[in-house]
């Protein structure tokens, strides 16, 4: 498959957006031709505020169901890799499963190579799963710089367009784009309006650098994504700091976004965008009431015998909503990480947790593990995850590079691929930073 090269970009001055030009309408000229089309979408859909954010192997169609029953108005798949997604039948099978009741939902995926990320998407697209293909441009972690994608596609800006614009002009399902931000204002702007201007239907910002990896220890910039939903005429939603219900209203209105997304927030506490539930205690520091994550936990192991998924993703979700009763009865905790991984472990673990704390009178555990301790071991499992993760990509790469094709026979044709490149500016790459602009 061929893709032509981007025409040499015009050279345009960006100047600097600050949130005060929020209400300033785009001229007709300054428009992409798709945005009336995008927000139509958006409104079938039910214009969404309440988002799933994607996690790899933890946004798993059992915990969306619990997420959506619990608020959630929408959600993404976990990241999927798209080579290995449109030629390994056993990790479609394993990776991408949904039900009737698990819309709307957006398929994520991550690639560098528009071939690769076309014939996934169009997949995902003649199988009707789907309200949108999302494109991962925000994965910061050490698996996306090996495998040069996520946020390390910030180092080649041409290639994110090309990605884009792909999906845009060879699918009829919408495309969107999760990305992260640039330490300079303008450039993320520039960067937003890019992707914007080379198809998105909808546009989802994560206020943090790529460099800044430990949500729990950085702030998120709503400044930033508040310029760029000002400076975007396709729907925004907002990524950082939804650690409740009260966050998500303050963050709305102050970056004018459209929707937020919260991902390991939603983790602790599944029924985090449930407002009857939570919006008269959600404030401050809130955490959900230990008691309530436990029956939630319960929910989630029965959704999860009804929609089997692998273990290695119920075990991290067992431990984000009961830990800290793991931390007081060590016995379980020790059973659920070191015994054979099944179903039949996980509900019987949970069951027992729940006839211990009924018996004990409280509504609160008392840990027997230091904070200390327990900070340290989260550390331990998410490195050993993200060990088991790589590896897991690793192996199914080699397989196909062994095989020279898609396994258990499948084959991907490669028709040669054409970009239209007429209808907008492209960014150009420089050793002073970047210089992009929209489509005219």
């Given at each position: 498959m061929t893709v032509p090269v981007p025409p040499p970009p015009a050279v345009l001055t960006m100047a600097s957006h600050q949130p005060s030009t929020m209400n300033v309408d785009p001229t007709p000229s300054q428009r992409p031709q798709h945005v009336d089309k995008a927000w139509e979408w958006f409104r079938s859909i039910g214009s969404p505020k309440f988002h799933v954010a994607p996690m790899v192997d933890q946004s798993e169609l059992p915990f969306r169901l619990l997420c959506r029953r619990h608020?959630?108005?929408?959600?993404?798949?976990?990241?999927l890799h798209a080579r290995i997604f449109s030629q390994d039948r056993k990790y479609?099978?394993?990776?991408?499963?949904t039900s009737p009741e698990d819309r709307p939902l957006l398929v994520q995926f991550c690639a560098n190579d528009p071939q690769h990320l076309l014939a996934a998407a169009r997949m995902v697209e003649a199988s009707g799963v789907a309200d949108a293909i999302d494109i991962n441009f925000g994965c910061p972690q050490r698996i996306a710089k090996r495998g040069g994608y996520g946020a390390f596609l910030m180092d080649d800006l041409p290639r994110v367009e090309a990605l884009v614009r792909a999906l845009a002009q060879n699918l009829h399902i919408p495309v969107t784009a999760?990305?992260?931000?640039?330490?300079d204002l303008a450039k993320t702007v520039a960067y937003a309006r890019m992707v914007e201007a080379a198809g998105a239907c909808l546009v989802a910002v994560h206020?943090?650098?790529r460099e800044q990896k430990d949500n729990t220890a950085t702030r998120a910039d709503w400044d930033a994504i508040r310029a760029v939903k000002a400076a975007l005429s396709v729907p925004v939603l907002a990524n950082g700091?939804?650690?409740?219900?009260?966050?998500v209203e303050a963050c709305l209105s102050y970056t004018g976004a459209d929707g937020v997304l919260s991902a390991e927030a939603l983790l602790a506490d599944p029924a985090l965008f449930s407002v009857p539930l939570r919006a008269s205690v959600a404030v401050g520091d809130y955490?959900?009431?230990?008691?309530?994550?436990?029956?939630?936990a319960a929910?989630?192991?029965a959704l999860v015998t009804a929609h089997p998924v692998p273990l290695r993703m119920v075990r991290g979700h067992v431990h984000k909503m009961v830990g800290d009763w793991l931390a007081e009865h060590t016995d379980l905790r020790h059973n659920i990480n070191r015994l054979p991984p099944t179903v039949q472990l996980f509900r019987q673990m949970v069951d027992e947790l729940r006839a211990r704390v009924a018996a004990s009178g409280r509504d609160y555990p008392i840990p027997q593990l230091s904070a200390a301790e327990l900070v340290a071991a989260d550390r331990e499992e998410a490195k050993r995850a993200a060990i088991e993760e790589q590896e897991r990509e690793a192996d199914a790469l080699d397989r196909l590079e062994r095989s020279g094709c898609?396994?258990?026979?499948d084959s991907v044709e490669e028709d040669e691929l054409v970009i239209d490149w007429s209808d907008g500016v492209v960014f150009a790459c420089h050793e002073d930073g970047i210089v992009g602009g929209c489509s005219s």
């Open positions: 608020g959630a108005t929408c959600a993404y798949t976990p990241m479609r099978e394993e990776m991408l499963t999760k990305i992260r931000i640039f330490p206020g943090r650098l700091n939804i650690r409740h219900l009260a966050d955490t959900a009431p230990p008691l309530e994550r436990l029956a939630l929910e989630y192991m898609g396994m258990a026979g």
